[in-house]
């Protein structure tokens, strides 16, 4: 049984910094696009970052400059650094990996999700 598990939210005050970590725990031999969303009050769920098994990556556009996707594939563990931190980055932020190599039977499942940390930057 594949589990995403996330680390590393809480309370920041504008400005500060945070870093998510967002390790897979279960037979795992390899994870294709890794990427962090997050869902706000009352918003949909969006995407922040994403970052390919080559290691190119996007970004959404009110966080470019801001955060950086970082992945260490030996450690199955995905991060966001999140810098200048503002009060409209408060949500609840979810890993996701796009498609991963499991088993036995060794299989590609799609979609894997964490169950999420809050994120609240006070102004």
């Known amino acids: 049984q594949v589990q995403l598990v996330e680390s590393g939210g809480g309370l920041v005050q504008a400005g500060g910094s945070l870093r998510l970590s967002c390790g897979a725990s279960?037979?795992?031999?390899?994870?294709?696009?890794m990427g962090w969303y997050r869902q706000g009050p009352g918003n949909q769920r969006e995407l922040v970052a994403s970052?390919?098994?080559?290691?190119?990556?996007n970004y959404a556009d009110s966080v470019k400059g801001r955060f950086t996707i970082s992945r260490d594939d030996a450690q199955k563990t995905v991060y966001l650094q999140m810098n200048s931190m503002k009060p409209e980055d408060t949500a609840v932020y979810y890993c996701?990996?796009?498609?991963?190599?499991?088993?036995?039977?060794?299989?590609?499942?799609?979609?894997?999700w964490g169950q999420g940390t809050q994120v609240t930057v006070s102004s």
């Open positions: 970052i390919t098994s080559g290691g190119s990556t």
């Open positions: 279960g037979s795992v031999f390899r994870g294709l696009t």
């Open positions: 996701n990996v796009e498609k991963l190599l499991t088993g036995p039977p060794i299989r590609w499942e799609n979609d894997y």
